[in-house]
């Protein structure tokens, strides 16, 4: 599989040490709070088990499966299929692998409107820097280039999330696995 990788961006050392700052981060603004966080699926399942490891609060964990892409590129229509817990009277903390175009994030958003929550916030791994219409993640571990990005959860053809760092696929494993 390294042979598919153009260049790494950030090595699995790397990625823990800035899930380190970000739980510190987390910790602090939900202590003494009720948090539920809700990973969107398939992608951010790495992202979630490694992060919230990290956070030594009673929080309530849950996921959803949502999907826009197509290849290496976003359909603009997000399938969500939630079966999520209640969260009447609690704080989500909504996380994601990418924050690309901010669309699966919102309608995941969107779909929890009338659930009662007392906040909703967005924890990405990345955000890539595009043009967006949405507002931004709450917070971010990574700002990555405009590149098509897989390991750590990332995938392209549900290929790659096994990798332990995150990098720019090149072209010829896009064709091949097209």
Do not use: W
Request: with cysteine.
């Amino acid at each position: 599989m390294n042979k598919d990788i153009a260049k790494v961006l950030y090595h699995e050392s790397t990625i823990l040490s800035r899930l380190d700052e970000m739980a510190h981060i987390l910790t602090t603004e939900y202590k003494d709070k009720d948090l539920t966080v809700i990973a969107i699926l398939n992608g951010s399942f790495i992202f979630m088990a490694d992060l919230l490891r990290r956070v030594p609060l009673p929080l309530k964990m849950d996921t959803c499966s949502a999907s826009s892409y197509k290849g290496t590129t976003s359909t603009g229509k997000v399938a969500i299929r939630p079966q999520m817990a209640d969260i009447t009277g609690r704080h989500v903390l909504l996380l994601d692998d990418i924050y690309d175009s901010g669309l699966t994030i919102k309608s995941v958003k969107d779909s929890l409107a009338g659930s009662n929550a007392l906040s909703i916030k967005s924890c990405v791994l990345l955000s890539k820097a595009v043009a967006r219409g949405t507002a931004d993640a709450d917070y971010v571990a990574f700002n990555i280039p405009d590149e098509f990005v897989v390991g750590y959860g990332l995938d392209y053809n549900e290929r790659f999330r096994n990798l332990p760092y995150i990098g720019v696929l090149n072209q010829e494993a896009i064709e091949n696995y097209a």
